[in-house]
Structures are given as structure tokens and as C-alpha cells.
């Protein structure tokens, strides 16, 4: 189903979400009470309305959970590509995500389709990410989400060169590959179908990973071990440096017959 803009009449209309992972958080002011008093009397004098049924509330669930991965998140997503709302409202961005990268993506999916997202405690003022210090402050936490990123990828690719260099066995393999008798990898070819996808709609389309997740996730497509997609495997998968070892392969005859498939895999840091 394709994503619905927020309309004019729902501009006005907000999702209230509140999450509180443990008992010792509610005790030190983040109850779901105390989120739910203080996020009403930031819509208030901002002429938002929230509904009752439009508080949505995840109780004991940890930050780390990708937001798309918690009953309430999914829920709140639901509510918000129906295109009646205008607005998400959150006690801080911890209460969102923990996770930089997941925050991030989450917050660009709901930009995608014209929500705007309010932090009602940000350093003890509130910003909401249709204003210029909210666009700004955004463009910081993706700066270092981005640097997040980068970091797991070169730990990955240092990881992978260290067995390589040393003649070590890979006793598990990378999604995207399959580990020989010998130990050495080779490439999945049904699975690297996938991760040019990713890439393709990442890159080509402009589509958030947490998008391309949920995505994947509603047509039954499970990573490695089985388990569900979520922004930051997605994220991880797509742009493991380790993929350029493919070019060491010889396609598949059908090979580029999809939009999406790469002929060769171009070094991040050769991309211009």
C-alpha cells in the first residue's frame, strides 16, 4: 500500500508516544505518567490535539529495539501512513531510539510522508524537526550516525582481513555468502540480489533503511538466521565493504536482467 501524505485537515492531529523500559526509569521521572502530563501540555500550547486512542504507549521495552521492532513503534508507524496526522510527539529522542542510526532512519521515514516530530525535553528546551534549529540539530545526530556507521563497517572489513591474512577458517557466514569446507567464502547470489536492492533503493530511490526494512519485512524476506530486518541490519548488510570481494567472482549469466544489479561493486571511498 502506497505511503499517504499528511493532508491539510490533519495538521493539527498528533501521535502521542511514550516508552519506558524499566521500573527504575519511572522512578526517576520518566514514568509513562509523567511523559504523558508533560508531552499534553506541550501540545496544548502548540494547538496540537491528541486523541486518547492516539497515545501509544510501549512499556517495558528497551531503547536499543529498532522502533519499527516494538509493538507501539509498528503501531505509530501504522497510524501515521494512514495520512490523519500531522505531527508525532516524544518525551526526548532516547524515548525514540538509542540507536543513532535507527533514530535517524525513523525520523526520515516520517519526514518522507510530511510528519514532523517533536522532542518536548532537548537539553531542557524543545525543538520539533520542521524548524530551522530542528533541521539543524538533525543534520548533527545524522552526521554522527553516519560516523557510526562507518565505524561498524571498518571494524567488519578489519575483521574479514585478519582471517583472510592469517589462513583462519569463517566458521559462520556473512549474509551474502557461503562458507566453503575449506572456510573461504563465496558469494550467495539469491542473497546479493537482495543486498543490491537495498542499495538500489537506498541510494537510487532515496528510500530510508528503515523503509527498505519494513519493506522487506511485509514480503516475508528474513536475514541470515531467519530473524526479521531492521534499519541498522539493513544498513550493516548494504554497505559492508566485504561485498567488493564479489568482483573477484564471475557473475551469474542472468546477471543484470534487474534494475537494481551491479555490474561491479565500487569502494565507498572511490565514489564520487
Given at each position: 500500500?502506497?505511503?499517504?501524505?499528511?493532508?491539510g485537515?490533519?495538521n493539527?492531529?498528533?501521535i502521542?508516544?511514550v516508552?519506558?523500559?524499566?521500573?527504575?526509569q519511572?522512578?526517576?521521572?520518566?514514568s509513562?505518567?509523567?511523559q504523558q502530563?508533560?508531552?499534553?501540555?506541550?501540545a496544548?500550547m502548540?494547538?496540537?490535539?491528541i486523541?486518547?486512542k492516539?497515545?501509544?504507549?510501549?512499556?517495558?521495552v528497551s531503547?536499543?529495539?529498532?522502533f519499527?521492532?516494538r509493538?507501539?513503534?509498528?503501531?505509530a508507524m501504522?497510524?501515521?501512513?494512514s495520512?490523519?496526522y500531522?505531527?508525532?510527539?516524544?518525551?526526548?529522542?532516547e524515548?525514540?531510539?538509542r540507536?543513532?542510526?535507527?533514530?535517524?532512519?525513523?525520523?526520515d521515514s516520517m519526514?518522507?510522508?510530511g510528519?514532523?516530530i517533536h522532542?518536548?525535553d532537548w537539553w531542557?528546551?524543545s525543538i520539533?524537526?520542521?524548524?530551522?534549529h530542528?533541521?539543524?540539530?538533525?543534520?548533527?545526530?545524522?552526521?554522527l550516525a553516519e560516523?557510526?556507521?562507518?565505524?561498524?563497517s571498518e571494524?567488519?572489513?578489519?575483521g574479514?582481513?585478519y582471517l583472510r591474512?592469517?589462513m583462519?577458517?569463517f566458521t559462520?557466514s556473512?549474509f551474502?555468502?557461503?562458507?566453503?569446507?575449506?572456510?573461504?567464502?563465496?558469494p550467495n547470489?539469491?542473497?546479493?540480489?537482495?543486498?543490491?536492492?537495498?542499495v538500489?533503493?537506498?541510494?537510487?530511490n532515496?528510500i530510508?533503511?528503515?523503509?527498505?526494512?519494513?519493506s522487506?519485512n511485509?514480503?516475508?524476506?528474513?536475514?541470515?538466521?531467519?530473524?526479521k530486518w531492521?534499519?541498522s541490519?539493513?544498513?550493516?548488510v548494504?554497505?559492508?565493504d566485504f561485498h567488493?570481494?564479489r568482483?573477484?567472482?564471475p557473475?551469474?549469466?542472468?546477471?543484470?536482467k534487474?534494475?537494481?544489479?551491479r555490474k561491479?561493486?565500487?569502494p565507498?571511498?572511490?565514489?564520487?
Amino acid at each position: 500500500m502506497p505511503l499517504m501524505m499528511a493532508d491539510g485537515a490533519a495538521n493539527n492531529r498528533a501521535i502521542a508516544y511514550v516508552r519506558v523500559s524499566t521500573t527504575r526509569q519511572a522512578e526517576e521521572g520518566n514514568s509513562i505518567a509523567s511523559q504523558q502530563s508533560r508531552i499534553k501540555g506541550y501540545a496544548d500550547m502548540r494547538g496540537l490535539r491528541i486523541l486518547s486512542k492516539d497515545v501509544i504507549i510501549d512499556d517495558g521495552v528497551s531503547g536499543g529495539v529498532p522502533f519499527l521492532d516494538r509493538k507501539g513503534g509498528a503501531l505509530a508507524m501504522d497510524r501515521i501512513e494512514s495520512g490523519r496526522y500531522g505531527h508525532l510527539i516524544v518525551m526526548n529522542i532516547e524515548r525514540l531510539s538509542r540507536e543513532q542510526v535507527d533514530a535517524v532512519q525513523t525520523i526520515d521515514s516520517m519526514e518522507d510522508i510530511g510528519i514532523a516530530i517533536h522532542f518536548v525535553d532537548w537539553w531542557g528546551s524543545s525543538i520539533n524537526t520542521k524548524s530551522p534549529h530542528g533541521r539543524f540539530i538533525l543534520q548533527v545526530i545524522a552526521s554522527l550516525a553516519e560516523m557510526e556507521r562507518g565505524v561498524i563497517s571498518e571494524r567488519t572489513r578489519q575483521g574479514m582481513e585478519y582471517l583472510r591474512r592469517n589462513m583462519l577458517r569463517f566458521t559462520r557466514s556473512l549474509f551474502g555468502w557461503n562458507v566453503r569446507k575449506d572456510g573461504s567464502l563465496v558469494p550467495n547470489w539469491k542473497e546479493q540480489d537482495l543486498i543490491d536492492y537495498m542499495v538500489w533503493q537506498m541510494d537510487g530511490n532515496d528510500i530510508s533503511a528503515t523503509a527498505v526494512a519494513r519493506s522487506l519485512n511485509k514480503r516475508g524476506s528474513t536475514g541470515k538466521e531467519g530473524g526479521k530486518w531492521q534499519s541498522s541490519s539493513v544498513i550493516n548488510v548494504a554497505y559492508n565493504d566485504f561485498h567488493e570481494s564479489r568482483n573477484d567472482f564471475p557473475l551469474p549469466k542472468n546477471w543484470g536482467k534487474r534494475t537494481w544489479h551491479r555490474k561491479e561493486i565500487v569502494p565507498e571511498n572511490e565514489k564520487v
